[in-house]
């Protein structure tokens, strides 16, 4: 059975540093990334990666947000850096067999092109 695992959220001040991982067990998805949802708020995308390594950011992001993915663990990380209070948000890793960044050029592909989910993992940011 294919499933997204994600650890490493966690309390942190503003201006901190967190990594985030996602364990995918079972395949090695084309494309795989980053949702984000705070409470009383829609999900967002945050970071993608694809098989070819090309990355995708949400501009809120750029600059702090590190996506990368280990092939040979089929594990995905983000490393977020100089974190803000509006990063507080439930995190979720999810994935898709197609090669989305194809058809998305400059933008994170929406949310329901991806139909495997991981549980999340809570990042909270204090000041």
């Known amino acids: 059975q294919v499933q997204l695992v994600e650890s490493g959220g966690g309390s942190v001040q503003a201006g901190g540093s967190l990594r985030l991982s996602c364990a995918a067990s079972g395949y090695t998805f084309n494309t795989i990334g980053w949702f984000r949802q705070a409470p009383g708020s829609e999900r967002e995308g945050v970071a993608v990666i694809d098989l070819l390594g090309r990355t995708r950011y949400a501009d809120s992001v750029k600059g702090r947000f590190t996506v990368s993915r280990d092939n040979t663990k089929n594990t995905l990380y983000l490393q977020m850096n100089s974190l803000k209070l509006e990063d507080t948000a439930m995190y979720y890793c999810?994935?898709?067999?197609?090669?989305?960044?194809?058809?998305?050029?400059?933008?994170?592909?929406?949310?329901?092109?991806?139909?495997?989910w991981g549980q999340g993992t809570l990042v909270t940011v204090s000041s």
């Open positions: 999810a994935a898709a067999d197609q090669w989305l960044l194809a058809d998305n050029p400059s933008s994170v592909p929406p949310a329901r092109a991806f139909l495997i």
